[in-house]
């Protein structure tokens, strides 16, 4: 049975993400930071982590971007996971009956209409989401109810009173899948995405340089994003996927094409594009 | 005395960027959802609107992009606030005494370092950082603190018994102000910045020749971020911004060429460049 780390209780939608990656049958292991997942594994106590990239609402983690290039541990799979947040009551527990929902702040706030469709259902803040589920489980009053992912409804045996209160359906995270090693690129890298971090000065038309190790190549980039280096205000440092692997010569072409014109440039790994 | 709205409760972040932009002499119009905000500038309920844009540690915030998008409500001007959390107690308060912590579960989470510290200190979620200080000084014991910002900790009258005990001091935010017109935009661009949004079909090299629009005029790219449209697989969106004003030839030139490569293109304001 894998181990894995996460950050944050278990039915967080870190452990969702982690079976969409790696199936059912887990040893899951939760950790507080995010720095802990890493740690966990490169210390070798779990055999994969699995750390939320980018969010459709919130865009990128940039603590993760910053690990991943400090920790350099390869990048094996990713995947995507809608956010989708429900409301739980106890077994007993009947929709009309609930007069209090507990959840973590940011899941209340994305709930906002339901709070205002049913103005008698109070919102509790919890610590989290998963958690919420495991305090209306642990008390004996049927109005009271969470809100949380169907993965902590089925983890501590709650009844789903009402599916996917959430006010924007698209809200969507992806996940990464680390592991201490990375396989060897594909020779072929159709269907594949490779991830890099580099950093570059920011000279007028210093970027539109470095794209061109690309785009004189036809490799096709899936993602551009850059940030400021802060204490260092002409620096900046950029992340981009694209579709290839460096198991192909025309990406270590560009790979060495763009490493003359970036002072640190590392490849966070190369895994199979997600549906 | 100027009006301005943004999202949150008395207190909140957004305030203190409101008071950086405009002075501390407002008329604050706190509004719960951000697309409520743009609601009260469009109508003309407020004057301004005050809007994160961006953190350090949480990326971009792609909801208001969006809503910038949409509402075409100009950018004006733009600041970073650092994010600090203070440990805030009642007057008659002791750091020493202090048994429970009351803030929102992502401030409590940015302050971990404090509680592995302090371990008599028990961390208990709230609704909202200002909100967790008023809570505070609503009641009669001492022992009880709140986690928030010095404007907070000033609006209720709490009083800071240890500042900046956040886990990472780099936790900034960037907010735009909103107008709901704009003034001319300068001829001399110096020292000016203007953010646009424009979307592309994803042809390899379409981002590299969109780029060179810029390159060409020797144009400094201060930010760019692709942002998947979701339901059109293989269309992007990007958020760039510039140094320069659409007052320049150069500018309006690199616009029309832009133009004539994106399908949407939109320049979302010009502003001086923070300091």
Known sequence: MPTVAFQGARGAFSEQASKQLLGDDLDLKPREKF???????KSGDVAYAVVPIENTLHGSVHENYDHLLNYRLPIVAETRARIVHN?????????????????????LNQCLEFFKAN???????????????KTVMEQTDPSIAAIASAAAAELYGGKILKPSIEDDPENFTRFFLLASTAP?????????????VFTTSNTPGSLFKCMSAFALRDISVA?????????RPWEYLFYLDFHGSPGELRVQNAMGHLGEMTEVLAVLGCYPQAA
């Open 35 to 41: 720095i802990e997942v890493f740690e966990a594994l």
């Open 87 to 107: 409301l739980i009551g106890r077994p007993e527990a009947e929709y009309a009956g609930i007069r209090r929902a507990l959840s973590h702040p940011v899941a």
């Open 119 to 133: 103005s008698d259902v109070v919102a509790e803040p919890h610590y989290d989401t998963g958690g919420s589920v």
């Open 184 to 196: 060897e690129p594909p020779l072929d890298g159709t269907n594949c995405k490779t991830s890099i």
């Open 223 to 231: 993602k551009i994003e850059s940030r400021p280096l802060r204490g």
